[in-house]
């Protein structure tokens, strides 16, 4: 499926929106579910809801593709994108949230997002990320070999070279934003390629500036607020907690770069971007499901969720229920029941408009993040990642930090947390070394998009995808 560069737009618009938006969702649930059981809980209504639409529209014609879904290896593939894409950010967002990390400041350092996938990129190397074609060994027809090729000397002799690539043939098509490796012999030559350009360097340079801009004022602003009044141990234990906070933080947006570009490199190539994002979703609620039910409650979690509400006992106009009610659902005088636990508290719940209010925000916020964020977020995705390529698909994450800044500033009235206006103009200042480091890096000449007719090789070159410009300086070698 080909898409116009104003639906790619749209794409991007709707998932920065949903993405940005789960933040405060995920920041309501937080103290009412565990983190793994919410993971479960929101991929098993994506599950649902993507297994629903992929009875309805199953992806026909895609040849080789579907046959995909009988290889061991891809899907492994699919499994370990799982769990990077899904298993990995879906925890550590709730705990980070969890040790003090406001929705402001998770939404801000997502913005990094772009700068991670671009460095992963760099660092992964030119064998995932050449332009325009995926590759297996034991041919003759990728950029390194047709580079070695057209250096030859004329008796048809190959020069030895200590990076062959091992010899590599074509296997799928696919899309990338990634530009083709620049030609070069050896391995400082090879890595200089990668990083051919000085803006790659200074937008990489001024990104990370950023990133610890807003790292430093969070942590800075934070033991002041909790630590007031309650001495220096109480400080020092907060600061700690906002270091562990950002570190899980850190770690889950690391893990959806990571997913983003091994996607674009091993994943989508092989899958319809719907068929991709059921696999996805319904293999991570299964192993969210597995992990959840060896480490935590999660069945007795949901039946205090569906259980509110259950035996009443009226008295007069007011209405009490016996529930087990979650740390963060409004919980009245216990009974004289001995059932409890670490996360739980057996209660009389007087169902008042507040105590309804809070109950039906667990709800909307848990179907929520599963409806959307699970599910229509993943099509979103991979019909980019399958466009435009990893890093591009990333651009989302613009989107992300303004929509979950406005969200936890305005509706949950956080703008002037930790520090005040101060700390809000700093984070705000650090967001935009960020973007800017990231347009530096990544505003570059996108590859060309293969023609339908036969005469692909003479548009991209005439030289079977590589540009002229790459093979330039092998032929003044070789001459």
């Known amino acids: 499926m080909s898409l116009s560069s104003s639906w790619c737009i749209v794409l991007v618009v709707v998932q920065g929106i949903i993405a940005g938006s789960t933040f405060i969702f995920t920041d309501t649930l937080k103290d009412a579910i565990d983190p793994l059981s919410l993971v479960a809980f929101r991929l098993a209504i994506g ?3 993507l297994t629903s639409v992929f009875l309805l529209w199953q992806p026909q014609g895609r040849g080789e593709r579907q046959e995909s879904l009988a290889s061991s290896t891809h899907l492994m593939s699919v499994v370990a994108l799982s769990i990077m894409n899904q298993i990995v950010p879906y925890s550590c ?9 406001s929705v402001t400041t998770a939404a801000i350092l997502s913005g990094a997002g772009p700068l991670y996938a671009s460095l992963l990129k760099l660092l992964a190397g030119w064998r995932w990320l050449t332009c325009g074609h995926h590759h297996h060994r034991g041919g003759t027809s990728t950029v390194r070999a047709i580079q070695m090729r057209e250096a030859a000397p004329a008796d048809g002799a190959l020069s030895p070279a200590p990076y062959d690539g091992g010899g590599e043939e074509e296997d799928h098509e696919a899309r990338s934003a990634t530009r083709t490796l620049t030609a070069g012999r050896g391995p400082l030559r090879w890595q200089s390629g990668l990083i051919d350009d000085k803006r790659d360097v200074f937008g990489l340079v001024i990104g990370f500036i950023g990133v610890t801009l807003v790292v430093a004022l969070t942590t800075h602003g934070l033991p002041h607020q909790h630590g007031k009044g309650q001495g220096a141990a109480a400080a020092e234990a907060s600061a700690t907690s906002v270091v562990l906070g950002l570190v899980l933080l850190a770690a889950a947006l690391l893990s959806k770069a990571s997913a983003a570009v091994f996607a674009e490199a091993k994943v989508t190539p092989h899958f319809h971007f719907l068929t991709l994002a059921w696999l996805q979703t319904t293999i991570g609620s299964a192993i969210a499901w597995t992990l959840a039910l060896a480490v935590e409650s999660p069945l007795e979690t949901l039946m205090q969720l569906l259980s509110f509400g259950g035996d009443d006992s009226s008295e007069g106009d007011d209405r009490h229920f016996d529930t087990l009610a979650p740390p963060a659902m409004p919980c009245g005088t216990p009974t004289n029941s001995s059932s409890s636990s670490s996360n739980t508290a057996l209660c ?7 105590d309804a209010e809070d109950y039906l925000g667990v709800w909307v ?7 959307a964020a699970s599910s229509l977020v993943y099509l979103c995705q991979f019909l980019l990642i399958g466009q435009v390529g990893a890093v591009k698909s990333m651009v989302v994450d613009y989107i992300t930090p303004v929509v979950g800044a406005v969200e936890g500033g305005v509706l949950a009235g956080r703008s002037a947390q930790w520090g005040g206006v101060y700390v809000t103009v700093g984070q705000v200042a650090g967001l935009v070394l960020i973007l800017l480091g990231v347009a530096l890096m990544r505003w570059t000449a996108p590859c060309r998009q293969p023609e339908q007719s036969g005469n692909r090789d003479e548009h991209r070159g005439g030289t079977n995808g590589v540009g002229e410009e790459s093979l330039q300086p092998l032929r003044q070698q070789a001459g």
Not at 93 to 101: F, H, R, S
């Open 47 to 49: 599950s649902a809801v």
């Open 93 to 101: 967002y709730p705990m980070a949230m969890k040790q003090g990390i």
């Open 348 to 354: 009389r719940v007087d169902l008042d408009h507040q």
């Open 365 to 371: 916020s848990l179907l929520y993040l599963g409806v």
